[in-house]
T-cell receptor
Framework: AQSVTQLGSHVSVSEGALVLLRCNYS??????LFWYVQYPNQGLQLLLK??????LVKGINGFEAEFKKSETSFHLTKPSAHMSDAAEYFC???????????FGKGNQVVVIP | DTEVTQTPKHLVMGMTNKKSLKCEQH?????MYWYKQKAKKPPELMFV???????INESVPSRFSPECPNSSLLNLHLHALQPEDSALYLC??????????FGPGTRLTVT
């Protein structure tokens, strides 16, 4: 079974500073990996995904993530935080034949002016 | 059309009521999901339909009853719910590459 670990439930970042959210996965087969963002009282929106093509994945809103098999990681970064980046971020992995997504616990990102 | 729609947006119901949540998509995806999400938590999988057939039931109590009338529609029938069932209920569809597309959710409050 696959699983995802996201450390640090709350992440505070200054406006204009680097955003770094860590995601480590566990999977017995090559995984598909996703980062989703959720704004208050809304559904989840896909930021980016890794599906075994390029290891550096660029997503929406200036976010990107790098798949590192040796480290079983898929960390999310954005060079310069904006106030609008304040939201909940979930890393997820899909690797089993039943099409389940295993979510991490999420990171609540707070942007400080 | 790349949207998953859900109705209603908000629902308040008593513990003896019967209500239904509706989800609709026109992306041609053949896998559809119901999730339950509590505040500050990740979504919890409830049901998966694949080609209009129930393929996964994550041991959900029978007071939740899913239905997939056709490839575009997914319903969740609710009966005799408990206050702890109050949550955001999310519908999602899945494409061939495993990406799931989420609707905006229905905020359910059980009184």
């Amino acid at each position: 079974a696959q699983s995802v670990t996201q450390l640090g439930s709350h992440v505070s970042v200054s406006e204009g500073a680097l955003v770094l959210l860590r995601c480590n996965y566990s999977s017995s087969v090559p995984p598909y990996l996703f980062w989703y963002v959720q704004y208050p009282n809304q559904g989840l929106q896909l930021l980016l995904k890794y599906t075994s093509a390029a290891t550096l994945v660029k997503g929406i809103n200036g976010f990107e993530a790098e798949f590192k098999k040796s480290e079983t990681s898929f960390h999310l970064t954005k060079p310069s935080a904006h106030m609008s980046d304040a939201a909940e971020y979930f890393c997820a992995v899909s690797a089993d034949g039943n099409n389940r997504l295993a979510f991490g616990k999420g990171n609540q990102v707070v942007v400080i002016p | 059309d790349t949207e998953v729609t859900q109705t209603p947006k908000h629902l308040v119901m008593g513990m003896t009521n019967k209500k239904s949540l509706k989800c609709e998509q026109h992306m041609g995806h053949r896998a559809m999901y119901w999730y339950k999400q509590k505040a500050k938590k990740p979504p919890e999988l409830m049901f998966v339909y694949s080609y209009e057939k129930l393929s996964i039931n994550e041991s959900v109590p029978s007071r939740f009853s899913p239905e997939c009338p056709n490839s575009s529609l997914l319903n969740l029938h609710l009966h005799a719910l408990q206050p702890e069932d109050s949550a955001l209920y999310l519908c999602a569809t899945r494409d061939r590459l495993g990406e799931q597309y989420f609707g905006p959710g229905t905020r359910l409050t059980v009184t």
